[in-house]
């Protein structure tokens, strides 16, 4: 499969009946995500705004042959959420809560790992893909344009700075993964940029990273051996004090390490055009496209 | 979230963590009497979160009670400056007296989550006393780490091995298997993420105990655990963090001159990153989240500007949940509610964006539109050259 979603994409909402949930869910169907389904347990046999809702996962797709779940579920009991759906056997799960405890995470993703379901996130916006209209996730559509930059991110909003730049560039975008902003996390930057390599639809990258941990060396890594299209990259956190949390549980430098300078030298030494500047991304990617 | 010592040794204590004996009292007399009960020599410790208490002389041996309630007297009340508190340093309010006991070896033992292979990881090194980092730096082959299943806990096989890497043998080998299982234990249980030894003592008598403990724990999983949650000092904390966070601001404050409030934490960091990058320096950070109101807004505005040094102000709204018409209302309220001084440039994008442009627009304030992320850092740094 070349993308990750698809207008084939059947979405059951775990949390619908929220606030948040509901108000995501309506704006994911308003831009074309078929909403089939919603759980919540205790108000199976309700609907919202027409959306049936279940007390299970396991029913839901029993009922709706559901392929791919939007976790909205509080912290608490996000990572039950995400195990759930996993055993229900449905292939692309996205959490967007924010605020999972990481021992949660740890357990989650070690019962992932015997399964087949792919995760996104926690801590999130989730996964964009203009040209087939569907959005799992809290990004603003409108700002999206189909084209042909492939977007990865642990950052919501600087995605859709990215976003905005190649929108206002003409470029447009293939597909925008948000991998969440969290110590642990499902899908990593290999994994989004395995897919913009095998996508057709994807020309080129932007991959923004921020300070804390390793995913952004490990990227380069890969990127050095196995992407020839084209990546600009942009990490933020140049300015952070050490061993403070900036915002997202993940961006933390700790003991000396997770810097900004670390991360840039390893994705340059890579061939990754890195820009200092997040307003000059989608200038970056015009310069190194020639265009 | 960050404990005292004695708050930390109080939990590993009940996981069966050998620890010095000893108490924690607010009064000299107390550590006097303290002292006594543990044979008249005793350690006076300062209780402040942050470390290199020692060098700033906040750790000292009495040799009798009397030495005790002098060095309590000293102790209690003094601003005890390190290398991780400022120049200003930081008020002790407690004391730690503990048995003084002797030392063979001083080792480090430590337990942090591996984000790379997401589990925690058990660190050990012969270099105790030393700071982690600074052995990491100089000698990395001096660490020998351990990554452990939390499902599972650390195995024994796994404690040998970190025992033999410390060069451990005997009775003291033996009881290090202990010591280090009951640790990671107490880790995963209470949801930590750092749990330091450091020093790890060995006894003259081969005994194996934490003489120094630190941690520090998952914010986002401190709703299961009431009991450490009551142990948080607000007085550790900056009063203008712990003031946004009634108010669910993300506020860290940093030492430069352009104030800033941004949605997301991601652009957060980057506007301040854009902030260097024009020739300013950022003030702080500041994440309004994901669905701020406009008495939020109003709030970040307020907790920005009580910032002496802020001499001009960069808002940045991306706006995808949040709409923009709702920040700019909440900032033009601010700006007349606080009547502020200094420059305020403004740069919105997203939901409602025209609205939002109107808004300031109508108000009469002397607002400073940019356009993109460039142009705003560019034109707060230009209001800065201004007001100098």
């Known amino acids: ?291 | 979230m960050k404990i005292h010592e004695y708050q930390a040794k109080e939990i590993l204590r009940t996981f069966g963590v050998a620890t010095p004996r000893g108490q924690v009292t607010d009064s000299p007399e107390e550590a006097g009497r303290i002292a006594k009960e543990l044979g008249g020599r005793a350690v006076v410790k300062a209780q402040i979160h942050a470390g290199g208490r020692g060098k700033g002389g906040g750790v000292k041996l009495a040799k009798s009670p009397d030495e005790a309630v002098e060095l309590g007297k000293k102790i209690l009340g003094m601003q005890l400056v390190t290398h991780q508190t400022g120049p200003q340093g930081q008020k002790v309010k407690k004391i730690l007296v503990e048995e003084a006991l002797d030392i063979a070896r001083e080792l480090y033992l430590g337990i942090t989550l591996d984000r790379a292979i997401g589990q925690p990881v058990m660190m050990v090194s012969k270099q105790g006393g030393m700071e982690i980092e600074v052995v990491a730096a100089k000698d990395p082959t001096a660490i020998v780490r351990e990554p452990f299943d939390p499902a599972w806990g650390l195995q024994s096989y796994q404690a040998r091995k970190l025992a033999d890497a410390l060069s451990l043998t005997g009775e003291t080998h033996k009881k290090s298997i202990g010591f280090f299982i009951a640790l990671a234990k107490a880790y995963v249980a209470t949801d930590a993420s750092l749990s330091e030894i450091n020093p790890l003592l060995v006894t003259g008598a081969g005994d194996i105990i934490a003489l120094d403990a630190k941690m520090n724990f998952d914010d986002n999983a401190l709703f299961r655990h009431p009991n450490i949650k009551e142990y948080r000092d607000l007085d550790e904390e900056d009063a203008l963090e712990v003031e946004a966070s009634k108010f669910g601001l993300n506020y860290i404050k940093l030492d430069g001159n352009v104030g800033c409030m941004v949605n997301g934490a991601g652009l957060a960091m980057a506007t301040m990153d854009i902030i260097q990058y024009a020739g300013g320096k950022p003030a702080n950070f500041l994440d309004v989240g994901g669905g701020a109101n406009e008495e939020q807004v109003k709030n970040a505005m307020r907790i920005i500007l009580s910032d002496p040094n802020v001499k001009a102000v960069l808002i940045n709204i991306f706006g995808g949940i949040m709409r923009c018409d709702i920040i700019a209302t909440g900032v033009v309220n601010a700006i007349q509610e606080i009547g502020i001084k200094v420059p305020v440039v403004v740069r919105l994008e997203g939901t409602n964006v025209e609205e939002g442009k109107a808004i300031l627009k109508s108000s009469g304030l002397a607002v400073i539109p940019a356009n993109d992320m460039k142009d705003a850092a560019e034109k707060v740094i230009a209001s800065l050259g201004k007001v100098a």
């Open chain 1, 1 to 291: 499969m070349a993308s990750w979603i698809s207008k084939d994409t059947r979405l059951v909402v775990q949390g619908l009946t929220g606030r948040e949930g509901k108000f995501h869910a309506l704006a994911s169907r308003d831009y074309g995500t078929q909403i089939v389904a919603g759980v919540t347990p205790g108000k199976g046999g309700t609907t919202v705004d027409g959306i049936p809702v279940f007390d299970s996962v396991q029913a839901a797709v029993k009922a709706t042959g559901a392929n791919a779940s939007m976790v909205f579920v509080p912290p608490p009991a996000a990572a039950d959420a995400i195990m759930e759906a996993s055993d229900a056997g449905v292939p692309l799960i996205v959490a967007i809560t924010e605020g999972v405890p990481v021992n949660d995470m740890i357990k989650a993703k070690e019962y992932l790992a015997k399964r087949s379901s792919r995760l996104i996130g926690p801590n999130c916006p989730g996964i964009i893909r203009p040209s087939a209209k569907v959005k799992i996730g809290i990004m603003p559509a409108r700002i999206h344009k189909a084209g042909f930059v492939g977007v990865v991110s642990r950052s919501g909003t600087l995605t859709y700075e990215a976003v905005g730049q190649t929108t206002s560039l003409g470029f447009g975008q293939s597909t925008c993964i948000g991998i969440g902003g969290d110590p642990i996390n499902g899908t990593n930057f290999i994994d989004a940029l395995t897919l913009f390599r095998d996508d057709p639809e994807t020309e080129a990258v932007i991959m923004i990273g921020e300070i804390g941990g390793s995913a952004e060396e490990e990227a380069a890594c890969w990127i050095a051996g196995n992407l020839k299209k084209p990546v600009v990259s942009f990490i933020a956190g140049r300015t952070a004090p050490p061993g403070r949390r900036m915002g997202h549980a993940g961006a933390i430098i700790s003991g000396g390490k997770g810097t900004a300078p670390e991360k840039v030298k390893a994705l340059q030494a890579a061939g990754v055009h890195v820009t200092d500047s997040p307003a000059l991304m989608g200038e970056m990617l015009k310069k190194v496209l020639g265009k």
